[in-house]
């Protein structure tokens, strides 16, 4: 019988580094450009009227080919339709640590669209929200074309 | 049983980088042409097969994102992932759908957007499906290293590169005859609107002057990364008669897996026999897929065949193994211009993997190839002559896993 002290343990490394370059396709493109210009696209439906945003070419509702020609513009305001509050955070170590301060985020619907978007809220207290409210977008001070340019959602002046 | 048949084919443009699309619009792509192609409704449609190789493109769980994309909200759907072979498996799993009687219409679609990878080529996929598929190695206490070059043996290439090897001193061919072969496919694949690799007039001596990769391939031996799609309409007999001009009987098919696995070779303390080129699994797919398709002599039943060669000489070993040409004689055929796509056995007249390679869709689209060669719309690739019978093989796993399909014009 083997002792415990002989139980032989190999220690072997795995030099793998595994990165991606998705490509987002066209539309989706359009999109992370426009927000440069401080302009949020969504895309309308022809045949069943849905509003995605961000956009896609293809009708997930009803399977309608959808293209640049159905790009709508939409104005950066909608209604707060729930909402979540994070109070910790990973630590990166495979822990969590106590965040500074809450951190809410909010399923919101632009005005014009009928999808759902999922966003940090800033500006507000998670005592004072409220499902139905309404919220505005604030953008980076420099927009530069990417998704990060959508800073965070603060509620409306009325 | 019922019996099933092909009723629309489609595929998307292949190329190096396809950035106009995601993987879910570009997989779309493809179903929409096929449904189109069958003139089905993807309300029609009872059920979906998908599949790609595992890992690649780093969605883990493709199905998740495709189905609102491809017509597949609220259906059944079954990703499949066997390698390299997942595209003839998708479709075989489409099949039983139907076959069973469980569905009437299925759709099996399959996949490869490589150029989501950071690394050129299948570098990153590779590593990712290495780290999973290695675990039961590193047990063993082999470093990466060592495994890849002694156990892997370089993964698919390293195993081609001694499968062509094994293959030439068993059969007595020569690096001249790798030539031929990718001269051909290149050709062919210029006559494919749809293929990525294409060489109008390539000739064996233009493949002679790339340069070496690892012997006994040259960079003009070896298939691209390719990103692509392709899809499938299958139907049961009442449906494909009613709705199909043509329809494309799926007549016979296995998938076995064999002991040439790599993975789990002799190398690895496995029972794995390392000479790659024997391929069993092929002999005994192709020997059940065509009983089951009433198939006694393929070289003579047998008018046309899409086989998976990402290296030259994979379709004169699967020739052999689907008993298109006499052991050891694939090369003679070849010399003799048999496997032209005017020839009597053409092989790969769509310039096959070795000129298009994305990987999961490789295998699926070899079927739908043939399906093409039998509806009469093959298009500039069309064989010269009338095709009863069609074979398509997939190659995957661990390098062991070999899918066979056969089809025909008629389901008898």
């Given at each position: 019988m083997s002792s415990q002290s002989e139980i032989v343990l190999t220690k072997v490394p795995v030099p793998l580094v595994a990165g991606f370059q998705w490509s987002v396709g066209e539309l989706m493109e359009k999109f992370i450009k426009a927000l440069a210009d401080r302009k949020i696209w969504g895309v309308k439906c022809p045949e069943c009227g849905y509003v995605y945003v961000p956009p896609r070419w293809r009708c997930g509702k009803c399977y309608a080919k959808l293209g640049e020609e159905n790009l709508t513009e939409l104005s950066g305001k909608g209604i707060l339709l729930s909402y979540a509050t994070a109070y910790v955070e990973l630590d990166g170590a495979g822990s969590f640590k106590d965040l500074s301060e809450p951190k809410p985020i909010g399923a919101i619907k632009l005005e014009g669209a009928d999808s759902t978007l999922f966003m940090p809220l800033g500006e507000v207290k998670p005592e004072e929200l409220k499902e139905g409210m309404k919220v505005e977008v604030v953008w980076r001070e420099e927009p530069k074309g990417e998704l990060a340019d959508i800073k965070y959602f603060k509620p409306a002046k009325r | 049983m019922r019996n099933v048949a092909i009723i629309g084919c489609g595929q998307t443009k292949h190329s190096a980088r396809r950035r106009d699309v995601n993987l879910a619009e570009m997989v779309g792509d493809a179903v929409w042409n096929a449904l189109e192609d069958a003139q089905v409704t993807p309300q029609e449609v009872d059920a979906f097969t998908v599949g790609n190789m595992q890992g690649f493109g780093g969605v883990a769980q493709p199905e998740q994102w495709l189905g609102d994309w491809i017509g597949a909200a609220g259906k059944p759907v079954l990703r499949v992932a066997t390698g390299g072979s997942t595209g003839g498996c998708v479709a075989q799993a489409a099949f039983y759908a139907v076959a069973s009687g469980l569905y009437d219409i299925a759709v099996a679609t399959a996949w490869e957007k490589?150029?989501?990878?950071?690394?050129?080529?299948?570098t990153t996929g590779l590593s990712h499906v290495a780290l999973g598929n290695t675990i039961n190695m590193i047990n063993c206490g082999l470093s990466f290293k060592h495994l890849l070059s002694m156990t892997l043996v370089g993964a698919a290439a390293g195993v081609a590169c001694y499968q062509a090897m094994y293959y030439m001193y068993r059969?007595?061919?020569?690096v001249e005859h790798l030539d031929m072969v990718a001269a051909k496919d290149r050709r062919n694949a210029a006559k494919n609107k749809y293929a990525h690799l294409q060489w109008p007039g390539c000739t064996p001596e233009d493949i002679a002057k790339t340069e070496w990769v690892a012997y006994p391939f040259r960079y003009g031996h070896i298939c691209p990364a390719s990103d692509g799609a392709s899809a499938m309409v299958l139907a049961c007999e009442d449906i494909a008669r009613k709705r199909c001009k043509k329809p494309v009987w799926i007549k016979g098919l296995a998938a076995y897996s064999d002991e040439e696995n790599q993975i789990m070779s002799e190398g690895a303390g496995g029972i794995g026999i390392l000479d790659a080129s024997q391929q069993i699994g092929a002999t005994m797919s192709a020997i059940k897929a065509y009983r089951m398709a009433g198939i006694r002599d393929p070289q003579k039943e047998i008018d046309v065949a899409e086989i998976y060669q990402p290296f030259p000489n994979q379709e004169l070993i699967f020739a052999e193994r689907l008993g298109?040409?006499?052991?050891?004689?694939a090369w003679r055929a070849l010399e003799k211009g048999?496997?032209?796509?005017?020839?009597?056995m053409p092989c790969d007249?769509?310039?096959g993997v070795n000129a298009t390679n994305a990987i999961g869709s490789s295998a699926l689209q070899r079927i739908l190839e043939c399906a093409l060669q039998i509806m009469g719309k093959a298009e500039e690739h069309q064989v010269p002559k009338e095709v009863h019978n069609a074979v398509a093989t997939g190659w995957g796993g661990a390098t062991n896993y070999i899918a066979v399909t056969v089809l025909g014009d008629s389901p008898y």
């Open positions: - | 490589h150029s989501d990878s950071k690394e050129p080529g299948a059969s007595g061919s020569r298109l040409f006499d052991e050891g004689t048999e496997t032209d796509i005017n020839g009597r007249p769509s310039g």
